[in-house]
């Protein structure tokens, strides 16, 4: 599954890692810790999309210290997800999968670990 592949790669770069396989589980995961970077994904295998998600990092305010990456394979184009999601969050950088997986993966590790 890409998440755990996404999740070994970010373990490997210096990354605490913890997941959540829907909304739910991130905002519980949201209300037991503070993350430096939120990797979101629009919409989940069971049915479950972002929006409470989104709705709940809003209602915090938590995610204004956060960079918000966006990983997501349901849309068309960079800039659909910024225009629909403007309002809701601030995105820090919006991939589109499947292509864009590795771009993330590479672009957090170059954040962890600058080249200099």
């Known amino acids: 599954q890409l998440q755990d592949i996404f999740c070994d790669a970010l373990d490997e770069s210096f990354f605490s890692v913890d997941s959540a396989f829907n909304d739910l589980e991130a905002i519980e995961l949201l209300k037991a810790k503070v993350y430096d970077y939120l990797i979101i994904d629009l919409k989940y295998e069971n049915g479950r999309n972002a929006v409470e998600l989104f709705k709940y990092l ?45 771009r993330a993966i590479d672009d957090l590790e170059e954040l962890a670990c600058p080249r200099f």
Do not use: H, T, W
């Open 58 to 102: 809003n209602d915090v305010g938590s995610y204004q210290d956060q960079k918000v990456f966006i990983v997501s394979g349901y849309v068309d184009s960079k800039q659909e997800v910024i225009k629909r999601l403007k309002m809701a969050v601030k995105c820090s950088r919006v991939y589109l999968k499947p292509e864009g997986f590795f």
